[in-house]
């Protein structure tokens, strides 16, 4: 066999190598795969980034508007960042303002333009920030006012009513360290022009924990009040003026629920109380009682 005869076969075996190899891969390509969520079912998620990893988050609130989803984040020591694509990124929006302790954050259901921030982070460990009241944004978190109750230190939540967004209720957690007056639940109805105290602690160091409404029916709402002191030794969670309490008229007047007029609540006294009402049955409400 002479070189070019061999040349020639040589060439054929590729040609088929590559032949064979063509008709694997078309194959293969033509194969349906089964994809659901078995397949993935044994993946963890994990973190893939930045290193540079944030505090806490004190509060998260978002809408969606003609399918873009706009999200308000507030930091325990970072100040209010807004998202308008759903979380994918982020940019600070309060960083002109004189604290950056955040505690609530709220978008006004019939406004998305308009939100409210608490500032004072409401989980009162001994390294927590403190605020100067509550803030209001018209043009969706560009610029912000400061509205009043400045010496609450400390807002854990804010509910606006979802038929009217000048009525609004606050729940002001008041000074760690010491009493003062400013704390409880407040409501204005004139979009924070004025604030009326509607909830009272039973003493000074007694302030509003949490509050919780459904939006389907704003009128009716609850409030838990915490009775606490930090001090440098020591941190003390619980007290007479623990309790919950229910309004039925959007904040206006409040009843407390005790075993006079609910059961299975634990004795007294109590310690820090959380609460949320089911968005889809208003009468379940849930509560988690430090007792």
Same mark, same amino acid.
């Given at each position: 066999?002479?070189?070019?005869?061999?040349?020639?076969?040589?060439?054929?075996?590729?040609?088929?190598?590559?032949?064979?190899?063509? *008709? &694997?891969?078309? &194959?293969?390509? !033509?194969?349906?795969?089964?994809?659901?969520?078995? @397949?993935?079912?044994?993946?963890?998620?994990?973190?893939?980034?930045?290193? @540079?990893?944030?505090?806490?988050?004190?509060?998260?609130?978002?809408?969606?508007?003609?399918?873009?989803? @706009?999200?308000?984040?507030?930091?325990?020591?970072?100040?209010?960042?807004?998202?308008?694509?759903?979380?994918?990124?982020?940019?600070?929006?309060?960083?002109?303002? +004189?604290? !950056?302790?955040?505690? =609530?954050?709220?978008?006004?259901?019939?406004?998305?333009?308009?939100?409210?921030?608490?500032?004072?982070?409401?989980?009162?460990?001994?390294?927590?920030?403190?605020? $100067?009241?509550?803030?209001?944004?018209?043009?969706?978190?560009?610029?912000?006012?400061?509205?009043?109750?400045?010496?609450?230190?400390?807002?854990?939540?804010?509910?606006?009513?979802?038929?009217?967004?000048?009525?609004?209720?606050?729940?002001?957690?008041?000074?760690?360290?010491?009493?003062?007056?400013?704390?409880?639940?407040?409501?204005?109805? $004139?979009?924070?022009?004025?604030?009326?105290?509607?909830?009272?602690? +039973?003493?000074?160091? *007694?302030?509003? +924990?949490?509050? &919780?409404?459904?939006? !389907?029916?704003?009128?009716?709402?609850?409030? *838990?009040?915490?009775?606490?002191?930090?001090?440098?030794?020591?941190?003390?969670?619980?007290?007479?003026?623990?309790?919950?309490?229910?309004?039925?008229?959007?904040?206006?007047?409040?009843?407390?629920? !005790?075993?006079?007029?609910?059961?299975?609540?634990?004795?007294?006294?109590?310690?820090?109380?959380?609460?949320?009402?089911?968005?889809? @049955?208003?009468?379940?409400?849930? =509560?988690?009682?430090?007792?």
């Amino acid at each position: 066999m002479n070189s070019a005869e061999r040349s020639v076969r040589l060439k054929l075996r590729v040609w088929s190598v590559i032949s064979l190899l063509g *008709s &694997a891969i078309l &194959a293969s390509a !033509q194969t349906s795969y089964k994809f659901d969520a078995a @397949t993935v079912s044994g993946l963890p998620a994990r973190n893939i980034g930045s290193a @540079t990893m944030s505090g806490r988050v004190a509060a998260v609130d978002a809408v969606e508007q003609d399918g873009r989803i @706009t999200v308000f984040v507030g930091a325990a020591s970072g100040g209010v960042w807004k998202s308008v694509n759903g979380g994918t990124t982020y940019k600070p929006v309060f960083d002109r303002e +004189a604290v !950056q302790s955040i505690g =609530a954050v709220t978008i006004d259901p019939s406004n998305p333009k308009t939100v409210w921030v608490g500032t004072g982070e409401a989980w009162v460990r001994n390294s927590v920030s403190v605020g $100067d009241g509550v803030y209001k944004s018209t043009d969706g978190g560009e610029n912000w006012t400061n509205v009043g109750l400045k010496d609450s230190e400390h807002i854990a939540k804010i509910l606006v009513d979802p038929t009217n967004g000048n009525n609004v209720v606050v729940c002001a957690t008041g000074h760690l360290w010491d009493d003062n007056d400013e704390r409880g639940v407040y409501k204005t109805t $004139d979009g924070g022009k004025t604030w009326k105290k509607v909830l009272a602690g +039973a003493n000074g160091s *007694s302030g509003c +924990a949490l509050l &919780a409404m459904s939006q !389907q029916e704003p009128k009716t709402m609850y409030a *838990s009040m915490w009775d606490f002191r930090r001090e440098g030794w020591t941190f003390r969670s619980g007290g007479p003026g623990s309790g919950l309490f229910k309004s039925t008229d959007g904040g206006d007047h409040w009843s407390e629920i !005790q075993d006079s007029n609910a059961k299975g609540l634990p004795p007294k006294p109590w310690g820090r109380v959380a609460i949320a009402v089911a968005p889809s @049955t208003p009468p379940v409400v849930y =509560a988690t009682i430090y007792a």
